[in-house]
């Protein structure tokens, strides 16, 4: 059925609205390959906000955490906290108008975060 339904946009949107807010930017093509990519995937099975481990302080680099502001898998309010404190050093960056999968909604946006980071010029 996947494969007829997600012909249609709004389809798309509807389903990986978990993951972004705009789902109906990538193909039908393409949300099949992701949904074939995420089938027993176990990234974050073993994980809870409640974990305790130990700040990583003084960093051994810079780092930024770019967290997507609509993002539902991994929310900056549940997740975001523990991140911080296991991070203390490092730069906060809230993405705007994004869900988790942030280059699907905005590349772009993503594309200037990272070169900002980085000092590469676009």
């Keep these: 059925m996947a494969p ?11 389903g ?5 807010c705009h789902g109906d930017r990538l193909t039908a093509a393409r949300v099949l390959e992701v949904m074939d ?9 073993d ?14 680099c810079p780092v930024t955490l770019a967290w997507a502001q609509f993002d539902r898998l991994v929310p900056a309010a549940t997740y975001g906290q ?3 404190k296991r991070l203390p ?9 994004v869900g988790h999968v942030a280059m699907v909604d905005d ?13 590469v010029a676009a």
């Design 4 to 14: 007829l339904s997600l012909r249609f946009a709004v389809v798309r949107r509807f």
């Design 107 to 119: 590349p772009d946006l993503v594309d200037r975060t990272i070169m900002a980071v980085t000092g």
């Design 47 to 60: 994980y809870s906000p409640d974990e305790q481990a130990e700040p990583l302080d003084p960093l051994p």
């Design 82 to 84: 523990t991140a911080r």
């Design 89 to 97: 050093g490092a730069t906060w960056v809230l993405l705007p108008g």
């Design 37 to 45: 990519d995420s089938i027993d995937c176990p990234f974050m099975d």
């Design 16 to 20: 990986l609205r978990e993951g972004a």
